[in-house]
């Protein structure tokens, strides 16, 4: 199946079939499997950190304001006070935390396929000009447009790879904080194009 998949791009895209092929090795999959997944391990960790902690005796004397604290309503306040359950734990805004963690998700993956997406472009333009295979390449029968569409999808293929395997932290973060599915979707493709 992935094999016919890869006949019908190399049929419909030579340089994109070209640029797949030279990229998408175990190791390098690997690697950006192992960035992307770590990335995301970080992150996380990062807000779990975030998360307020009782004090360790259980007495405290001053209130302990937190930006993941509910609003204490009690008090007729806007101010995130923590207020504790039953069990003597922080009542923390969950939806604020995954709030936060889908913003910057999201910052990250613009980021990752602006910036390094056109590093990646620029890079291996680059590397064909000093080659000199860049001219052999406008001499094949393709249009430049065909070359152009090939060397977009193709050379950061990988980035693709790790930014598709932060989708489902990234969607289960954002219904989490109870953003509409269909804003997510529309995100995704905003992305995509």
Known sequence: MILNLLDQIGNWNPQL?????????????????????????????????????PPANGEYTNPI?????TLNEAANSYEKICVRDAFSNF??????????????????????LLVAGTYLLVSDLDKEERRGTLNFIRLSPQSAKTIFLGKILGVPILLYL???????????????????????LCFYIGLAE
């Open 91 to 112: 009542v923390i805004n969950w939806r604020e935390w995954w709030l936060e963690i889908f913003v910057w998700l999201s910052i990250f993956s613009v980021l990752a």
């Open 17 to 53: 079939f070209r640029e797949i092929k030279g990229r998408w090795k175990i190791g390098n999959m690997a690697l950006a499997s192992a960035l992307s997944l770590s990335g995301q391990l970080l992150l996380f960790m990062y807000f779990r950190a975030q998360i307020p902690v």
């Open 162 to 184: 790790a930014t598709i395997l932060a989708v489902p932290l990234h969607l289960y973060a954002g219904l989490a904080a109870q953003i509409p599915l269909n804003e997510i």
């Open 65 to 69: 304001y937190h930006r993941f604290c």
